[in-house]
T-cell receptor, first 113, second 111 residues
């Protein structure tokens, strides 16, 4: 069964450093998403990406964040200058069409020290 | 008011019992509804979509009540493996890309 994959599974970084989280969505899916979940809190939407551009973003997704689809398979989330409050689990998701269910990857646990 | 609200539980039930819980959503225009399950420190996994007429998938039954703006999940014949946090998820508008998540209802099934 096809699945979304994410690397790394755990990233530890110093405050102020840049991090890039990587995702490989399901191959025939057209819509890609990033969500985050701070420990003990609910899953929050960050951004969606369709047709090589951002289609929707939340208030959390400020200028420190960017997304890219550098090739036909990878989808990345970059945080330019990490803050302590960026520590969270970051989930990538994809869906075949907009109205379909979204399928989530296993997540990257980001720890900012 | 939160977009999606759930009773956090926990619901502690013996194996074989039936457990049911609800989720309310604030926007009457909400279009799509899902139940996901999440195990500790894992990703949300789709359990089932919720259709207007209600739907069943094995031991799981989901209902939608648009008038009262809630969805429900019922689990029959609970198994130990059903222990998880159940996330109520809503797409508010048909052209929304994002999904809005509830904080989850924790279910623990004991032997």
């Amino acid at each position: 069964e096809p699945e979304v994959t994410q690397t790394p599974s755990h990233q530890v970084t110093q405050m102020g450093q840049e991090v890039i989280l990587r995702c490989v969505p399901i191959s025939n899916h057209l819509y890609f998403y990033w969500y985050r979940q701070i420990l003990g809190q609910k899953v929050e939407f960050l951004v969606s990406f369709y047709n090589n551009e951002i289609s929707e973003k939340s208030e959390i997704f400020d200028d420190q964040f960017s997304v890219e689809r550098p090739d036909g398979s990878n989808f990345t989330l970059k945080i330019r200058s990490t803050k302590l409050e960026d520590s969270a689990m970051y989930f990538c998701a994809s869906s075949e069409f907009l109205v379909n269910e979204q399928f989530f990857g296993p997540g990257t646990r980001l720890t900012v020290l | 008011r939160k977009e999606v609200e759930q009773d956090p539980g926990p619901f502690n039930v013996p194996e074989g019992a039936t457990v049911a819980f609800n989720c309310t959503y604030s926007n009457s225009a909400s279009q799509s509804f899902f139940w996901y399950r999440q195990d500790c420190r894992k990703e949300p996994k789709l359990l089932m979509s919720v259709y207007s007429s209600g739907n069943e998938d094995g031991r799981f039954t989901a209902q939608l009540n648009r008038a009262s703006q809630y969805i429900s999940l019922l689990i029959r014949d609970s198994k130990l493996s059903d222990s998880a946090t159940y996330l109520c998820v809503v797409r508010v508008r048909s052209n929304d890309y994002k999904l809005s998540f509830g904080a989850g209802t924790t279910v623990t099934v004991r032997a």
